[in-house]
């Protein structure tokens, strides 16, 4: 699987985006160590704090569907599903990675040009709170 391909399949995600209340359409797909995709979409709610972002919505499929081990993530997103530029992964969805993904993990956040730029985990979190600080 290719970036370009992973990309291609975070905006097709965009598409079943459920965001009634900012507009804001996310997608997102993972690719595991065993060579699997997982999409994901963010989903809104009325009460706005149970939002889940597209990316924790990709990474839960996963580890639900028993997946632990993870090589990058493609993100698009953008308002009413136009792609303007980067949007790159919120706060919390850095720390669920930090639960499962590695200092190489990659995010390829895509952009306004039909192209995307490639991120490193530790770049985007650095000194991160993990599993490894309470074993
Ligand atoms: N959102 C994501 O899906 N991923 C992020 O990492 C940033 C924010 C969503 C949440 C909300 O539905 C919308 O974008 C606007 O914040």
Redesign the pocket.
């Known amino acids: 699987m290719s970036n370009e391909e992973l990309c291609a399949l975070a905006k097709m995600a965009m598409e079943n985006a459920y ?1 009634p209340y ?1 507009g ?1 359409r ?1 997608g997102a797909a993972l690719l595991t160590k065993s060579e699997k995709v997982y999409t994901g979409c ?1 989903i ?1 709610n009325a009460s706005y704090s149970p ?1 889940v ?3 924790r919505t990709a990474i839960f499929k996963a580890v639900s569907d028993g997946e632990r081990d993870f090589l990058k993530i493609a ?1 698009a ?1 953008g308002k009413d599903g136009k792609i303007t530029g980067e ?4 706060g919390v ?1 850095r720390q669920v990675m930090a639960e499962f993904c590695d200092e190489n993990f990659k995010i390829l956040v895509v952009n306004g040009n039909n192209a995307y730029t490639e991120y490193c985990f530790s770049e985007i979190l650095p000194f991160s709170f993990n599993p490894k600080h309470i074993k």
């Open positions: 965001a900012s804001y996310v963010n809104e939002t972002c597209a990316e993100v997103g949007f790159p992964p919120c969805c």
